[in-house]
């Protein structure tokens, strides 16, 4: 008689091995000591607060085997897009000619971006207007559903900011950037169904964006905690927070 118990718990066991090496593999890395444009869209300041002075997470909050597995295979979803692109007649450029990502530095190093890609062409009948800046998210099914559904402004916001702030950013670096709409890319981890968007630049947004930058930057120089965004520590930003505890708790 099979034991599917003793297979499930070996199959556990090897998943966990993994996610330990994962994980010891991102204890190694050096924490970044920037604020990312790509988080800038985030909805609470206290949390991103949080995240660029290094504040440690709540315990049992840090970052999960199965997340970090997720993060990695979002990597191979954008390898996978770029290959089909090129391969489809579009003339996309995710390297400087130093073999590094391409990106934009700003308020002394403090607040820094690094691009999915550029696109310097595309087919003749799109019609698409370059160079654009060119970002690529995998979602899962009712993610990307959502996304098709309502557009990448409203659905995702944080996505929305980022793109803003690089074509504004990249603008000095790649002429032309902010005037082209960028190519938002968007695949259904489920079903490898692919959604494109044409975003144009929203000058509004990116500013909004960047000031938010400087006022953490400012407040965290002056030690000062910058208010939590709802008043209730069951909101369900609160509730998914890794330093939920920490806030609400009267840590600092």
Known sequence: MLDFNSSSSFSERVTGFIDEALASERDKQTPRAYLGASRL???????LQYEYLQ??????????????R?????????????????????????????????????????IQGHVDGILAAGPESLGLGCPALWECKSLNAKSWKDTVKRGVTLSKPVYAAQI???????????????????????????????????????????????????????????????????????????KFCAWQDRCWGGGS
């Open 41 to 47: 869209g985030v909805a609470c300041d206290r949390a």
């Open 55 to 68: 504040a440690p997470v709540d315990p049992g909050r840090e970052l999960s085997g199965t997340t970090l």
């Open 70 to 110: 997720i993060f990695e295979a979002g990597h191979v979803f954008e390898d996978l897009a770029i290959r089909w692109l090129r391969l489809a007649g579009f003339d996309l450029h995710t390297e400087t000619s130093q073999g590094g990502q391409y990106g934009f530095s700003a308020a002394g190093g403090r």
């Open 164 to 238: 803003a702030l690089y074509q504004a950013y990249m603008e000095p670096q790649v002429p032309g950037i902010s005037r082209n709409p960028a190519l938002f890319t968007a695949i259904n981890k489920d079903t490898a169904e692919l959604y494109f968007e044409q975003v144009p630049f929203n000058g509004e947004l990116a500013q909004r964006a960047s000031d938010r930058g400087v006022r953490i930057l400012q407040a965290s120089n002056a030690h000062e905690l910058l208010p939590r965004l709802a008043n209730d520590p069951t909101h369900y930003e609160c």
